[in-house]
């Protein structure tokens, strides 16, 4: 159990610090958390034929493999570089399988789907 604790902090330790190597790196008009421009609609497109869909759900809301996404994003150079490397059971996407422009697609898809709404919103849910 500590080695799955020690093993997560380690990855959130290392996207903390690709993501503040990549602010610093990136040009003065862009922050670590903006993405390349991207279309939703080709995102959608892209996200289905992919295969990300099938972990994480057609809306990016979770499923049986795979956690939600929509609503939850980080920001990009977090987001892609967890996608070229990730650390469980997801298959990297490296740059090769899904260039940077699509995967801007994907994001801006993903960045565009609501977030859940609050349990206390919800009837069926209340006591």
Request: proline share 10%; glycine share 10%.
């Amino acid at each position: 159990m500590r080695a799955v604790w020690l093993g997560r902090l380690v990855v959130v330790l290392g996207l903390t610090v690709a993501a503040s190597i990549g602010a610093q790196t990136a040009p003065a008009r862009q922050t670590a958390s903006a993405a390349p421009a991207g279309n939703a609609e080709t995102g959608q497109k892209l996200y289905v034929s992919i295969g990300c869909w099938q972990c994480h759900g057609y809306e990016g809301q979770g499923g049986a493999a795979g956690p939600r996404l929509a609503g939850r994003l980080a920001p990009f150079a977090v987001f892609s570089i967890y996608v070229r490397r990730p650390t469980n059971q997801m298959p990297p996407y490296t740059q090769k399988v899904v260039p940077d422009t699509d995967l801007a697609h994907v994001y801006t898809f993903l960045q565009s789907r609501p977030a859940p709404p609050p349990v206390e919103s919800i009837p069926l849910l209340q006591k």
